[in-house]
């Protein structure tokens, strides 16, 4: 009944930016914390940036400085800005968001993912 759906991957030369977005609809009640993840061939999938619903953020420490991460709460959306971006943050990106519907079921939700490719 709930959906997440990330956009804005593709391919981008090294040191360049990309703006990802999560938009989450359905029968929501209310969304808590939300997060964008990475998952490289090879490797598991890791926590990149989360904000809280009240703001606050946190980031691994390889991309702090470069990535900033929002949400738009009237649109039920999370962005991910990525700046100077490296061959290495070469990843599928999945957005993750703990929601509670308003059938009453609370359970993390994540999206299909969205591919980003750095050259170098």
């Known amino acids: 009944q709930v959906q997440l759906v990330e956009s804005g991957g593709g391919l981008v030369q090294a040191g360049g930016s990309l703006r990802l977005s999560c938009a989450a609809s359905g029968s929501i009640s209310s969304i808590n914390a939300m997060g964008w993840y990475r998952q490289a061939p090879g490797k598991q999938r890791d926590l990149v940036a989360s904000i809280t619903s009240g703001g606050s953020t946190n980031y691994v420490d390889s991309v702090k400085g470069r990535f900033t991460i929002s949400r738009d709460n009237a649109k039920n959306t999370v962005y991910l800005q990525m700046n100077s971006l490296k061959p290495e943050d070469t990843a599928v990106y999945y957005c993750?968001?703990?929601?509670?519907?308003?059938?009453?079921?609370?359970?993390?939700?994540w999206g299909k993912g969205t591919l980003v490719t750095v050259s170098s």
């Open positions: 993750n968001a703990g929601i509670t519907t308003k059938e009453h079921y609370t359970i993390p939700y």
